[in-house]
């Protein structure tokens, strides 16, 4: 459990770093699931879970962005190994194979795209809505319990919550016009809600605050890389990180130049959630 929360976390903080897509951390994390479930993860290893981490979202990188960082060059952020291109390499094949090389599988973002598609929205508040559900989307996926939801009813709970914060009065036509669309069990979608609802009322910041950091100046993480290799049965070359150097500025992605052309949220309204009857 820790160390799926300290695996998604990284992923989260390199996603924000380089402006990747919300789709490319959600994959990643959809493949460590995946993986960290195998027999091929061997858990006993105390720096497995970072490497197979680097590994998913190297993977996720190449799937889904159109520039992607040396590997590296990928690893920023605070953590306690720095591994060798070799090594995530050879990690990645181990990835590919265990999880039989289906790396494009269904997502809740997947139904966000399919909601905006059916409803015929169009102009930038609906655009904004998906973005408000993408931001929610990468706020709760570290809490397992959320995440072990089929996508689909992960994605109409989610989209239930933005209906409901957008539009507190009324929000019971357009949760319904949802729910007609997506034809899911009302029961299921009831309990995934109720744990997003818990969630945002545990956490310490909005999500939609919290969540907003991809559109944040990138911070900076200096660090130094040091030479060691690790002793393990399995060989595989780490490397033990104590400082850091400045890492280089990165291309901005599709996805983020998307999404730098949305407009704030203050504007969203509830005409987010119209569409031609």
Same mark, same amino acid.
């Given at each position: 459990?820790?160390?799926?929360?300290?695996?998604?976390?990284?992923?989260? !903080?390199?996603?924000?770093?380089?402006?990747?897509?919300?789709? &490319?951390?959600?994959?990643?994390? +959809?493949?460590?699931?995946?993986?960290?479930?195998?027999? &091929?993860?061997?858990?006993?290893?105390?720096?497995?879970?970072?490497?197979?981490?680097?590994?998913?979202?190297?993977?996720?990188?190449?799937?889904?962005?159109?520039?992607?960082? @040396? @590997? @590296?060059?990928?690893?920023?952020?605070?953590?306690?190994?720095?591994?060798?291109?070799?090594?995530?390499?050879?990690?990645?094949?181990?990835?590919?194979?265990?999880?039989?090389?289906?790396?494009?599988?269904?997502?809740?973002?997947?139904?966000?795209?399919?909601?905006?598609?059916?409803?015929?929205?169009?102009?930038?508040?609906?655009?904004?809505? @998906?973005?408000?559900?993408?931001?929610?989307?990468?706020?709760?996926?570290?809490? =397992?319990?959320?995440?072990?939801?089929?996508?689909?009813?992960?994605?109409?709970? !989610?989209?239930?919550?933005?209906?409901?914060?957008?539009?507190?009065?009324?929000?019971?036509?357009?949760? +319904?016009?949802?729910?007609?669309?997506?034809?899911?069990?009302?029961?299921?979608?009831?309990?995934?809600?109720?744990?997003?609802?818990?969630?945002?009322?545990?956490? +310490?910041?909005?999500?939609?605050?919290? &969540?907003?950091?991809?559109?944040?100046?990138?911070?900076?993480?200096?660090?130094?890389?040091?030479?060691?290799?690790?002793?393990?049965?399995?060989?595989?070359?780490?490397?033990?990180?104590?400082?850091?150097?400045?890492?280089? =500025?990165?291309?901005?992605?599709?996805?983020?130049?998307?999404?730098?052309?949305?407009?704030?949220?203050?504007?969203?309204?509830?005409?987010?959630?119209?569409?031609?009857?």
């Amino acid at each position: 459990m820790v160390a799926r929360k300290g695996a998604v976390d990284w992923i989260l !903080t390199v996603k924000a770093h380089y402006g990747f897509s919300a789709l &490319t951390a959600v994959l990643a994390v +959809n493949y460590f699931d995946r993986f960290a479930s195998s027999r &091929t993860f061997q858990r006993e290893i105390p720096w497995m879970s970072q490497l197979a981490a680097v590994a998913c979202l190297s993977l996720a990188a190449k799937v889904e962005e159109i520039d992607v960082p @040396l @590997l @590296l060059d990928l690893q920023v952020g605070e953590s306690k190994y720095v591994f060798e291109a070799k090594t995530i390499q050879r990690m990645e094949l181990l990835v590919l194979s265990t999880l039989k090389w289906r790396m494009n599988p269904v997502t809740p973002i997947s139904f966000f795209d399919h909601i905006i598609r059916r409803l015929g929205l169009k102009n930038h508040l609906h655009w904004e809505f @998906l973005w408000m559900c993408e931001r929610l989307t990468l706020s709760i996926i570290a809490d =397992p319990s959320v995440m072990s939801y089929v996508p689909s009813v992960l994605a109409t709970a !989610t989209m239930l919550r933005v209906i409901e914060d957008i539009e507190p009065y009324n929000p019971l036509e357009y949760q +319904n016009q949802l729910m007609s669309v997506l034809k899911v069990s009302k029961e299921i979608v009831r309990g995934c809600y109720k744990l997003i609802l818990e969630f945002c009322d545990s956490s +310490n910041e909005s999500w939609a605050v919290a &969540t907003s950091d991809s559109l944040a100046p990138r911070p900076e993480f200096p660090f130094k890389r040091s030479r060691a290799q690790d002793s393990s049965n399995e060989s595989w070359a780490v490397v033990s990180s104590s400082s850091r150097t400045p890492e280089p =500025p990165f291309k901005r992605s599709r996805a983020q130049d998307q999404q730098m052309r949305v407009p704030s949220l203050n504007r969203v309204s509830v005409g987010v959630l119209s569409s031609p009857r």
